[in-house]
């Protein structure tokens, strides 16, 4: 079972690798299509049934089992051993079915997506190294290899969102999310530094470091938590890092789909999870983590509420529902966190992927306002993205309910009302914004006219895959108040901290998150069912929210020009007039002294005679001097 591991991780890689050969080979050979589609989701899929084999033994095992694989030591500096290994406990368990299983699905909807695409190769290669990136991520057993994963999804990131490379704003995207990732990955690495050199000589494993965690300062260990978050920050796209994520959506829409859903922006809630007994020992900072949270949630959420890109509204969906999960886990509940990841990965896969289908089917089209009427047009997109409206909404069975509920409900138990009211708040804005979209896209008066572009099986029925997925999970979560037993919280036994609710107050907290998404639907309804107009401009707030509050622009002014000025200054002063200006000082002192020195070896033997009488004189005076005094 153990070798299982390595595989899931490798199979991704290698096929990856393949793609990327075979690409650069015959970069233009459209005879190695099929080729390209059946490598790049059969690795995937591959990586699922093998991931159902390690979640099987690990249902079957008692709740601390662990499942081990060393592939080979890469490291060993002193007391530094690293080995490339992996290791697979019940958490892992649950990231692995998730990434696998909607990864494939996602494949299988690019195969559709981006079937007519320059570059389907160069595409399944890049989108298979992000799989096995997230994989090695979350399969590593120690913290280095999952820095290596961490800083692969990165490069991956970068190489997809650039897919569209012959456009400079696709590439100035590309490098925003990278860079804003490398500036959260600078605080993620001193904080492992600092980590490893507290535990010296006692072993870098997860499991070594839990064991001797409890030995270190408390301030330290405060101080790691808060550096790891900063690298957390920047890939889960929170406050301040989180700029990124909505100019991300330049590249193609299943990109967006794997990067919300399976891989990356999840990757900083793992982590947090992963290193749940350190959080545990500074809960101050996790306050600080789910303070964070919620007002990334409620910032994402207003933004939300009044774009016009139906793909940036999802990406600001997505880091508000992020938000939630950092509620959870800063609070200690790190179950609800990740529950709430694992019912997030269904409906938002399926809101990226239905808007994708609206965009191919409207030649490409991606403002809201330019749509409409799409229900009878595309019926099977409209039901699946209305069940996951309703998913994502918090409105029962659907699984974000469940997910979303337990959450709030920890946050109220653990009495930090200013969160939770926070977080209510925020429910009522995710189902206004959301129905927003539905009602304009499906519901309002049609703006499209022509044909709309058929659409292939591969990109509809994985669609209803993922709605079954919405409408049931939840119930996996569904706990003592609503009849059940919580099946996830049971099998996924992380050390979560105690939140005791009554059965009672778990009731009207319940009523009252579905009322305030009600509200939400109604005023959506009210303003956007029959016709939609996109707004005008005209105050001051619309203004700012519709521009995100103007962050880019200040980022823009106080960070970027300041450094571009200080790279010029730097370049003109220092470099230009200060280090090159003592070189050229020197260079022409070495040019003085040698013209000095050319005039001795001029070439005229004359001068070369006059020099060898003047040595012999001098010798003969010196020699003659020193036997005078003899």
Known sequence: MSSLLIWIVLIPFASAALLGFLHLLLPKQRSLHALYTVSGIAAPFISALMSLAVGWELFNSSDDMMIHAIAFNWITLGDLSVNVAFMADRLTAVMLFFITFIGTLIHIYAAGYMKEEEGYGKFFSFFNLFMGSMLLLVLSDNPIMMFVGWELVGLSSYLLIGFYHQESANMKAANKAFILNRVGDFGFIIGLALLFTALEGTGYTF???????????????????????????????????YVWLPDAMAGPTPVSALIHAATMVTAGVYMVARFAFLYNEVPQVGVYIATIGAVSALFAALIASYQSDIKKILAYSTMSQLGYMFIAVGLGAYSSGIF?????????????????????????????????????KLPLVYVTMFIATLAISGIPPFAGFFS?????????????????????????????????????????????????NPLPRTMTWPLVVLALGSTTVGFLGLNEAYGGTNIFSSFIALPDLSHHLSHKSEYLLGMLNVLMAVMGMGLAYRLYAKSAEEPQVNNVWRRAVVNKFYIDEIYDTVIVRTLRHLSVFTDKIIDQKGVDGILHVAVSGYKSAGAAFAFLQNGKVRYYALYILSGLSVLSLLLLNALGGM
Request: hydrophobic fraction near 60%; proline fraction near 1%; glycine fraction near 8%.
């Open 207 to 241: 499991e070594a470091i839990e064991a001797n965690i409890t030995t270190l300062d408390s301030s330290l260990v405060a101080v790691i938590a808060m550096l790891l978050f900063v690298g957390a920050m920047g890939k889960s796209a929170q406050i301040p890092l």
């Open 340 to 376: 709430h990841v694992f019912t997030h990965a269904f409906f938002k896969a399926l809101l990226f992927m239905g808007a994708g289908a609206v965009i191919i089917a409207l030649h490409h089209e991606q403002n809201i306002f330019k749509m409409g009427g799409l229900k009878k």
């Open 404 to 452: 979303k509920d337990a959450i709030l409900a920890a946050a109220f138990a653990s009495e930090h009302y200013m969160i939770w009211g926070m977080g209510t708040l925020t429910a009522m804005l995710t189902a206004f914004y959301m129905f927003r979209l539905l009602f304009i896209v499906f519901f309002a008066e049609g703006k499209m006219d022509g044909k709309l």
